[in-house]
């Protein structure tokens, strides 16, 4: 979706409990999402991505699925680690060519131990 | 495989100075890479599209003689911000995609600007 000039909202869960992460997306043409972790000073670095023909992917103790309907797309975490604790984005592509990609606002996930 | 890298990793530089950051794409051709700008606390916003050999395009509110793009090679990318002003400091990243491929972008480690 758009991003605005807003603080992050954060989400604190307890280390080994599971956390879902949302963000809802602004463009009904987008055909592709991505969701990535952003570490503090570094880089995005992708976690999993899912195309608009599919409603659930699966990953490595991540999940991301996809509500065309309500352009709503989320990111469950199983048994969430001390690692995880980062800024999480979703992206979502659009363009029929070399378009970059727009990033949702971010969730701050804060692993409590 | 698919490793972007940036150069310098942290800037600090007077105002009304200008800056020149790299973006190198070290394993692969990166035909399109693209440059994106974030704030504290901020998401990522796209700033500019670069194509190998070809003119920037630039997203709407972003000064295209202020922020100068050049892709000369098929790894190489930079930004030059031009007579930097404290409110340009920022973490600038790059992200880089091969030919026809631009869903898939690879980002590369950023870059912290500060303009006193």
């Known amino acids: 979706g758009e991003s605005v000039g807003l603080h992050l909202p954060t989400l604190s869960v307890q280390e080994g409990d599971n956390s879902i992460i949302n963000c809802a997306y602004s463009n009904s043409a987008s055909d592709y999402f991505i969701w990535y972790k952003q570490e503090s000073g570094k880089g995005p670095q992708f976690i999993i991505d899912i195309r608009s023909n599919m409603d659930k992917r699966q990953g490595q103790r991540v999940t991301v699925l996809l509500n065309k309907t309500v352009k709503h797309l989320s990111l469950q975490i199983a048994a969430t680690q001390p690692g995880d604790s980062a800024v999480y984005f979703c992206?979502?592509?659009?363009?029929?060519?070399?378009?970059?990609?727009?990033f949702g606002k971010g969730t701050h996930l804060i692993i409590q131990p | 495989g698919a490793v972007v890298s940036q150069h310098p990793s942290w800037v600090i530089c007077k105002s009304g100075t200008s800056v020149k950051i790299e973006c190198r794409s070290l394993?692969?051709?990166?035909?399109?890479m693209f440059w994106y700008r974030q704030f504290p606390k901020q998401s990522l916003m796209l700033m500019a599209t670069?194509?190998?050999?070809?003119?920037?395009?630039?997203e709407q509110g972003v000064e295209k003689d202020k922020f100068l793009i050049n892709h000369a090679s098929l790894t190489l990318s930079t930004l030059t911000v031009t007579s930097a002003h404290p409110e340009d400091s920022s973490f600038y990243i790059c992200?880089?995609?091969?030919?026809?491929?631009?869903?898939?972008?690879?980002f590369g480690p950023g870059t912290r600007l500060l303009v006193l």
């Open positions: 670069s194509n190998e050999g070809s003119k920037a395009t630039y």
């Open positions: 992200s880089a995609s091969r030919q026809g491929q631009w869903e898939t972008q690879y």
């Open positions: 394993d692969f051709q990166a035909t399109t």
């Open positions: 992206a979502e592509f659009s363009g029929g060519g070399a378009d970059g990609l727009t």
